[in-house]
């Protein structure tokens, strides 16, 4: 009998993707439950890998990258001055993420992480020995964090501070002065910060917008994880990067080894096509899931027990059907049964988040209102609160 380790016996599956599998079973099912563009990637890009691979491009590259890419993805930081040899190509944020905690963390140490929390950080923490410490974030405070309960977080055993901004799944974004207390508290307690910035190019009022990276000081203490999968349509090629200060990157490229060694030639051509003649979608990308994201406010305005901030960047909608008497899984669950409309439960993304669902409206328009609609009747149908449902819209 061959035995699972103690780590995946106590990891449980994630709650997306547990919706994900019920999917798979169902037909006619319309699903906002994933977190992936629906455009598909560019043909430039892709002639970029298949002209590369009918040229010989077919062997393993160095650790940390093609030096084209490298640069190219420095010079796409502009006057930010980072140089190519801070950039290690990794399969993907999730890569990303991975290495760095399998670089600079000991069992034991702890990772401060901002809670409702991409899912995968829990369990990528845990596979190094690691622990993670979660600060709740509040509604009524956009969703970012209070400095308090960041500041009670922090305890002699933390090492990271993990943030997620743009937020997934709040769609959250944080502003210059609590990433000036962040930095300051970084600085204080010595701690390295990581800064996931997969959605950084979905922000609707960019002006709003702050990389903890840019903060004085910190790009000797900061690593970010950058990814080509939500910018530019890559979610399949698993392509992104860490920039990190040289003698951390240089860590990150010798474990990158007994990871996955290095990205394929072909993919990381992709990339360069990608930084080179991209910009287009990605400007056309923002407008499109602009409009998305009002369409799908608009179409749930006046569903009575839904309440709902419209998401500052990402194209994430996490609203709170706390007025409707139903907690999440129950909601979702019968959704798709009812309706054949499948979003993603709060609860996948920390325990406390029962409140809360995740619907992804990177989505033609045209669904978007069918979605709405038949969230509308499901609510109607099911919520528990009679007199809501004859009261006023929440949204
Ligand atoms: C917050 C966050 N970080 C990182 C990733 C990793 O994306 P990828 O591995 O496709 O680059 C995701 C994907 O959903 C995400 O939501």
């Known amino acids: 009998m061959i035995k699972l380790s103690d780590l995946t016996l106590t990891t449980p599956p994630s709650g997306i993707r547990a919706v994900f ?5 169902s037909e006619d099912v319309i699903s906002l439950a994933l977190g992936e563009p629906d455009s598909h990637t560019s043909e430039r890009f892709i002639e970029a890998a298949v002209k590369s691979m009918y040229s010989g491009r077919t062997h393993y590259t160095p650790n940390a990258g093609l030096m084209d890419l490298r640069r190219a993805i420095a010079e796409s930081y502009g006057n930010r001055c980072i140089l190519p040899e801070q950039v290690i190509v990794t399969a993907g944020g999730t890569e990303a993420l991975l290495l760095i905690f399998m670089t600079l963390l000991n069992p034991g140490d702890e990772v401060v992480v901002m809670e409702p929390y991409w899912p995968t950080y829990l369990g990528q923490i845990r ?3 690691a622990v993670p410490r979660f600060v709740r974030v509040y509604e009524e405070d956009g969703f970012v964090v209070r400095k308090e309960n960041l500041n009670q977080a ?4 933390t090492r990271i501070i993990l943030l997620n ?17 962040i930095a300051k508290l970084a600085e204080e307690r010595d701690l390295t910060v990581i800064s996931d910035e997969v959605y950084r190019r979905m ?4 002006e709003t917008y702050t990389s903890i990276y840019d903060v004085p000081g910190m790009e000797e203490r900061c690593l970010i994880v950058d990814s080509f999968s939500k910018t530019y349509a890559m979610t399949g090629w698993r392509i992104g990067y860490i920039i990190a200060p040289v003698h951390v990157a240089k860590a990150l490229e010798t474990m990158h080894e007994y990871s996955v060694s290095c990205i394929s030639e072909p993919t990381q051509r992709a ?7 991209g910009e287009d979608f990605v400007r056309e990308s923002l407008d499109s899931l ?24 990402t194209f994430y909608l996490y609203f709170n059907i706390e007025d409707t008497g139903m907690r999440a899984e129950e909601f979702v669950y019968g959704l798709l049964e009812q ?39 499901f609510v109607h149908q099911n919520c528990r609160c009679a007199e809501r449902r004859e009261g006023e819209a929440h949204i």
């Open 21 to 25: 599998n019920r999917i798979a079973e």
């Open 127 to 129: 596979t190094v020995g």
């Open 154 to 157: 922090v305890n002699e055993k």
């Open 165 to 181: 901004s743009p937020a997934n799944p709040t769609g959250a974004v944080i502003h210059k002065e609590t990433m000036e207390f």
């Open 203 to 206: 922000i609707y009022e960019e």
């Open 271 to 277: 990339a360069i096509a990608a930084l080179k003649y």
């Open 290 to 313: 602009k409009r998305q994201r009002d369409r799908i406010v608009e179409g749930l305005s006046g569903v009575h027990g839904l309440r709902c901030r419209k998401p500052e960047a």
């Open 339 to 377: 309706e054949k409309l499948a979003l993603a439960p709060g609860t996948a993304f920390g325990e406390g988040q029962e409140s809360y669902i995740r619907l992804s409206f990177a989505n033609a328009e045209e669904t978007l209102d069918i979605a709405a609609e038949r969230i509308r009747r």
